[in-house]
C-alpha cells in the first residue's frame, strides 16, 4: 500500500504531467507562472491534507522528520539522508544563481490590455441609432479597414493576423469587447496603439491610428457592426441603453 | 484658597492612578499638540498660500500612507469587536451561559486598549493632514465642517458609552444586565456613525458629486451621498467583522500556544473557535459586499473601474485573490482540525468529505488566481498567440471570479455545518428525509450557480451584472438561511455520541489562527491601496488635482513593501496593546502555574496539551526545535 508520501508525489507529477504535457495536446502550452501556481496549490492541497489529524500528519511528516534527524540510520540511509543535506542547498544556491544571473532573454511580459481610457472618452454615448443601415454601413467599413487583422469571422484570425505580436484581438471571446463600453472601442480604433498609456506598451501594439483616416461616424458605425458581427453586447449600466 | 502648588503630592499621585487610562492617553496627546496648535496658530498667514508641506527623508505621502493605514486598521478593530462583543453577550444573557459573558468581557477588554491607541492615531493623521495637505483640508473642510461637528459629538458619545460599559460590566450584571446590553448597543450604533461619517469624506474624494446652492449642512449632507458611500460603509462594517473575528482568533491563538493549565487551554481553544468563526462569519456575506462596491465604481466612472479592475492595479486583485484564498483554506482547515481533534474518532467518518470539499475549494482558487492578462516571456507568449491563454483566459473573466466565489463560500458554509452535526446522531423521523432534501438542495444549488457563471460569458455584461450574479448570490444566500435553521432543528432532539473536548488542538492549530489574522490584515491594506490609488492623480477625483512631487502611481513592488510594513508596524501595534491589556493577568498567571501538576505528564502544555498517544510526534518536532 502507498504512503501518504508517495501518493502526494504521485499527484504532484500528475498534476505536472498534465499541465506541461497533456493540455497542449488540446490547446496552447501553459505559462510556467501560471504551472507554478497550479503545482503550489496541489502542493497546499497536499500538506493541508497530511496535516489534518495526529495519525496523517504522523504518516506524512514522520518518515520526513525520522529521515532528516538521522535515527537509527546506518549505510545506504545515512548516505542517503548526507546526499539529500549536501544536494539540497547546492540546488538553492543554484536556483538562486539562475534567477539572478545575467541573461539575454527579454523580461517576463506583463502588459495590460485593456487600461483605463483618457478622462475626454469616459462617458461618451455612440450618437447613431443602433438599426440595421447602421450595422450594415459598420460592417462594410469593418470588411474594408478592420478584417484584415480581425478577421472576417471578428475572430482575431485575418489574413494579416500571424505578423503581429501581440495579435489582434479575437472580438468573438467573451473577454474582449463584451467587457467594454462603446466609447472605450471608440477611443482604442480613435488614437491606435500610440494612443495606449505606459502600462499598456504603446511600442508593442500595431493598431493603426484611424482619426486620421476616419471621421467618426465612420469609427461609431464600425463598433455598431463589431458587436453585431461577433454576436456580443456592449457593457451598458442601463438596460434599455 | 489652597493653590496648584499647595495640593498635597500624594492627592496628585492618588488622582493619577485612579484616572482612567484612556483619559490619561488623551491628556498625554493633547499636551503633546500643544505646540503645534501654537505654531499652526503663529504660521496662519503663510498657510494660505502654501499647498503642500514634506517631510523629509520619508516623504509627506508615505508618511500619511502608514499612518492612514494604521488608523484605519486599528479603526476596523474598535468598530468590529463590540459588534460580536455584544452579540456575545447577548447570546450569554438569553442562555444563561457566564462562558459567553465572559468572553464578551475579554473581548471588551480588547477594546478599550485598542480604542486609545486609535484615537491617538486618528490626531496624529488629522495634524498630519493639515499641515501636510493644507489645501486640501481647506478644500475638505469648507464642504464638510458640520460632520465634523457630528463627528466630535459622536466620538463624545461613544467614549461616554465605552467608559460605562466596560467600568459598568460587573456592576450591571443581574436585574441590570438589560441595561448594560442596551449601553452596548448604544455603543454599536455610535461605532457604525463614526465610521460612516469619515467614510464619506473619503469616498467624496473617489466618487465626488455636484454639490448644488444652500446652507452648509446641506451642502456637506449632498457631499456626503456620493455614489461609494453606502458600497463603502456595508463593506468595512462587514470587513471590521473579519478583522476584528480574526485577531481576536489570534489572540486566542498566542494565549493558547502559551496555557499553562488545562482551563486556559480549554478557554482560549474556544475563544479561538469563536474567532475564527465570526471571521468565517463575516467572510461569507464580505465578497458580495464587494462586488457591489466595484459595481458602483464601475458606473460612477469607467476609467477608475477599469484602472482598478482591468488597468495598472488589476495585479493587486490577482493578489487579493491569493490571500483570501490563504483566509478561505485558513478556516477551513482550522474547522477540519476541530473535527479530528476535538471530536475523538472521529477522524475517519470524515476523511472523505474533507478531502472533497479541500478539492473543491482549491480548483475554485485555481480559478480565482489565474490572471486575464498572464505573466509569460516572449517564447511563452508567442506560442499562446498573446498574454490572453485561449482556453484558460476565460477564467480570468468577472463571470467565473463569481462563480467560483459562491463555491467557495458554500463550501465554506457546509464545512460549519459539518462541524456543527459532528459526534452527533440524529434521533429524529424525519431526519433522513431533511438530509436528503438538503443535500438535493447543495447540488441543485451548486449546479446552478455554475451554469449561471456558464451562461454569463454569452449575455450582455448588465444581464450577468443585474440578474446572474445576483441569482448566484440569492441562491447561496438561500441555502445559508434554510440549512442554519434546518440543522439547528436537526440538532435539537440528536444525541451526543462523542463529546466535543477542548483544549486538545495542535500547535498548528495556534498558528493557523495567526495566519488567518495577519492575511486579513494584509488584504485590508492591499486592497486600501487600491482604493486609494485608483484616484490616480487627484486628491479629489476629477475636481482637485495632485500638483505635489507625489503626484504619480508607485510601482506595484514598492507599492507591496510598504504594505508588508503596514501589517508588520499594526501586528506590533496589536501585540503591544495586548500585552498592555493582559498584564493584570500575570497575578492569575502565577496562581495558574501552582496548578501545574494537574496537566497530564506533569509538563507545561504546548498548544494541543500534553503529549498523549497520539501527538507524539507533534510534541517531538516541537522538543527538536526547542
Given at each position: 500500500m502507498r504512503g501518504p508520501i508517495t501518493s502526494g508525489a504521485i499527484l504532484l507529477a500528475g498534476v505536472f504531467v498534465f499541465l506541461k504535457f497533456i493540455l497542449p495536446l488540446f490547446t496552447a502550452p501553459l505559462p510556467a507562472s501560471l504551472i507554478y501556481l497550479y503545482m503550489t496549490l496541489a502542493f497546499s492541497g497536499i500538506m493541508l491534507y497530511g496535516t489534518m489529524s495526529a495519525s496523517s500528519l504522523e504518516s506524512l511528516m514522520g518518515p520526513v522528520f525520522r529521515f532528516l534527524s538521522g535515527e537509527g540510520q546506518s549505510g545506504t540511509g545515512k548516505l542517503a539522508r548526507l546526499a539529500v543535506l549536501v544536494l539540497f542547498p547546492l540546488l538553492v544556491g543554484w536556483q538562486t544563481y539562475t534567477s539572478l544571473a545575467p541573461s539575454d532573454l527579454p523580461p517576463g511580459e506583463n502588459r495590460t490590455i485593456h487600461p483605463a481610457p483618457p478622462g475626454e472618452f469616459v462617458g461618451l454615448a455612440n450618437p447613431y441609432q443602433n438599426n440595421e443601415a447602421n450595422i450594415n454601413m459598420g460592417k462594410g467599413l469593418y470588411a474594408a479597414y478592420c478584417s484584415p487583422c480581425h478577421g472576417a469571422n471578428y475572430?482575431?484570425?485575418?489574413?494579416?493576423?500571424?505578423?503581429?505580436?501581440?495579435?489582434?484581438?479575437?472580438?468573438?471571446?467573451?473577454?474582449?469587447?463584451?467587457?467594454?463600453q462603446e466609447s472605450y472601442l471608440f477611443w482604442r480604433i480613435k488614437k491606435g496603439g500610440v494612443g495606449l498609456p505606459v502600462e499598456a506598451m504603446p511600442w508593442k501594439s500595431a493598431m493603426p491610428r484611424w482619426e486620421v483616416e476616419l471621421p467618426d461616424e465612420f469609427i461609431w458605425k464600425i463598433i455598431m457592426g463589431e458587436y453585431d458581427g461577433a454576436h456580443q453586447s456592449p457593457r451598458t449600466w442601463e438596460e434599455d441603453d | 484658597m489652597k493653590s496648584a502648588n499647595q495640593i498635597p503630592q500624594s492627592n496628585v499621585k492618588n488622582f493619577l492612578e485612579k484616572m482612567p487610562t484612556l483619559f490619561k492617553w488623551v491628556s498625554f496627546l493633547s499636551v503633546l499638540l500643544l505646540p503645534v496648535i501654537a505654531m499652526a496658530a503663529g504660521a496662519e498667514t503663510k498657510a494660505m498660500s502654501v499647498e503642500y508641506r514634506d517631510v523629509p527623508g520619508i516623504g509627506s505621502r508615505n508618511l500619511v500612507w502608514i499612518v492612514a493605514q494604521q488608523h484605519l486598521l486599528l479603526a476596523g478593530f474598535v468598530l468590529g469587536v463590540p459588534i460580536f462583543g455584544w452579540v456575545c453577550e447577548l447570546v450569554g444573557w438569553k442562555t444563561k451561559e457566564a462562558r459567553y459573558d465572559k468572553l464578551a468581557k475579554e473581548f471588551t477588554k480588547l477594546l478599550t486598549s485598542a480604542y486609545a491607541t486609535t484615537a491617538l492615531f486618528g490626531g496624529i493623521l488629522l495634524f498630519l493632514l493639515i499641515g501636510l495637505y493644507p489645501k486640501l483640508m481647506a478644500y475638505l473642510t469648507d464642504m464638510f465642517f458640520p460632520s465634523f461637528l457630528v463627528y466630535c459629538l459622536l466620538f463624545l458619545a461613544e467614549t461616554a458609552t465605552l467608559y460605562m460599559y466596560w467600568y459598568g460590566w460587573d456592576y450591571m450584571q443581574g436585574n441590570k444586565k438589560a441595561f448594560h446590553l442596551f449601553l452596548g448597543f448604544l455603543l454599536n450604533l455610535f461605532a457604525i456613525g463614526i465610521m460612516i461619517v469619515p467614510n464619506s469624506w473619503a469616498t467624496f474624494q473617489a466618487s465626488p458629486v455636484v454639490v448644488g446652492d444652500g446652507d452648509a449642512w446641506t451642502r456637506a449632507w449632498m457631499a456626503m451621498q456620493n455614489p461609494t458611500w453606502w458600497p463603502v460603509n456595508i463593506h468595512r462594517l462587514i470587513a471590521n467583522v473579519v478583522l476584528g473575528g480574526f485577531i481576536v482568533g489570534a489572540y486566542a491563538g498566542i494565549r493558547y500556544l502559551l496555557a499553562v493549565s488545562r482551563e486556559e487551554r480549554e478557554h482560549y481553544d474556544w475563544m479561538g473557535y469563536v474567532g475564527n468563526f465570526i471571521g468565517v462569519f463575516g467572510m461569507l456575506p464580505l465578497p458580495f459586499a464587494g462586488y457591489w462596491l466595484m459595481r458602483e465604481v464601475y458606473q460612477y466612472n469607467q476609467q477608475m473601474g477599469i484602472t482598478l479592475?482591468?488597468?495598472?492595479?488589476?495585479w493587486l486583485f490577482i493578489l487579493q485573490a491569493m490571500l483570501i484564498g490563504v483566509l478561505f483554506l485558513g478556516a477551513n482547515y482550522y474547522f477540519w482540525m476541530g473535527i479530528t481533534y476535538r471530536i475523538p474518532g472521529s477522524e475517519n467518518s470524515y476523511k472523505k468529505p474533507i478531502m472533497a470539499m479541500l478539492v473543491v475549494l482549491l480548483l475554485c482558487l485555481g480559478v480565482w488566481m489565474t490572471p486575464h492578462t498572464l505573466v509569460a516571456s516572449l517564447a511563452e507568449a508567442q506560442k499562446m498567440g498573446g498574454t490572453h491563454h485561449p482556453l484558460l483566459g476565460v477564467f480570468g473573466v468577472m463571470s467565473a471570479k463569481m462563480t467560483v466565489a459562491n463555491i467557495m463560500i458554500l463550501v465554506t458554509f457546509m464545512s460549519f455545518i459539518m462541524y456543527w452535526r459532528a459526534g452527533k446522531q440524529e434521533t429524529a423521523g424525519w431526519a433522513k428525509a431533511a438530509k436528503a432534501i438538503m443535500n438535493g438542495l447543495l447540488a441543485i444549488a451548486a449546479v446552478a450557480v455554475i451554469v449561471l457563471g456558464v451562461w454569463g460569458y454569452f449575455v450582455p455584461a448588465i444581464i450577468r451584472i443585474n440578474y446572474f450574479s445576483v441569482a448566484q448570490v440569492l441562491i447561496v444566500g438561500f441555502i445559508m438561511v434554510t440549512f442554519t435553521p434546518l440543522t439547528a432543528l436537526l440538532l435539537k432532539s440528536a444525541k451526543t455520541t462523542t463529546e466535543m473536548v477542548w483544549g486538545k488542538m495542535p500547535i498548528r492549530a495556534g498558528y493557523c489562527l495567526v495566519l488567518n489574522a495577519v492575511m486579513v490584515i494584509l488584504l485590508m491594506s492591499l486592497m486600501g491601496y487600491a482604493r486609494s490609488s485608483s484616484?490616480?492623480?487627484w486628491h479629489i477625483y476629477g475636481v482637485m488635482r495632485d500638483t505635489s512631487e507625489y503626484a504619480f502611481s508607485p510601482a506595484l513592488g514598492y507599492a507591496a513593501a510598504f504594505m508588508s510594513l503596514n501589517t508588520f508596524v499594526y501586528c506590533l501595534l496589536v501585540a503591544f496593546i495586548f500585552w498592555v491589556a493582559t498584564l493584570g493577568d500575570k497575578a492569575k498567571a502565577q496562581q495558574a502555574k501552582a496548578s501545574m501538576s494537574d496537566v497530564p505528564g506533569g509538563t507545561p502544555a504546548m498548544a494541543g496539551g500534553a503529549p498523549s498517544s497520539g501527538e507524539k510526534l507533534e510534541s517531538g518536532i516541537l522538543e527538536n526545535h526547542k
Open positions: 475572430d482575431g484570425k485575418g489574413p494579416a493576423a500571424k505578423g503581429f505580436n501581440p495579435p489582434p484581438a479575437n472580438f468573438a471571446d467573451p473577454g474582449t469587447i463584451a467587457q467594454l | 479592475m482591468g488597468g495598472f492595479l488589476a484616484r490616480v492623480h
